[in-house]
């Protein structure tokens, strides 16, 4: 069974910065693709950013480039959200999400066999 558990999300002023972390424990970690995202009240859940972990390679939704890095700890099975210069509209829940068996992150959240329970991040004016 696979298991993914966030950390990290809280309050934070328009233009500050937050770390979320993912820990993935269960099956095999380099079967997986890796992927953000996040969800805010009344809106789907959107795709933010995603990571191939036996590859390397990420992708970011067009919203985050530049703002906001994926990476890893393959040590620890952790994967990472750095996320800086935050707005207030993207406060939101935001997930970690695994597609087993998947090369290169999915955009689509169908696409993903197992979440984790989510962090709040509130981004204030």
């Known amino acids: 069974q696979v298991q993914l558990v966030e950390s990290g999300g809280g309050l934070v002023q328009a233009g500050g910065s937050l770390r979320l972390s993912c820990a993935v424990s269960?099956?095999?970690?380099?079967?997986?693709?890796l992927g953000w995202f996040r969800q805010a009240p009344g809106k789907e859940r959107e795709f933010v950013a995603g990571?191939?972990?036996?590859?390397?390679?990420?992708y970011y939704a067009d919203s985050v480039k530049g703002r906001f890095t994926i990476s890893r700890d393959n040590g620890r099975y952790t994967v990472y959200l750095q996320m800086s210069r935050l707005k207030p509209e993207e406060t939101a829940v935001y997930y970690c999400?695994?597609?087993?068996?998947?090369?290169?992150?999915?955009?689509?959240?169908?696409?993903?066999?197992?979440w984790g329970q989510g962090t709040q991040v509130t981004v204030s004016s």
């Open positions: 990571c191939s972990w036996g590859r390397g390679s990420t």
């Open positions: 269960g099956r095999p970690f380099s079967s997986y693709a």
């Open positions: 999400a695994a597609d087993w068996g998947s090369t290169v992150p999915s955009w689509s959240a169908k696409e993903y066999d197992y």
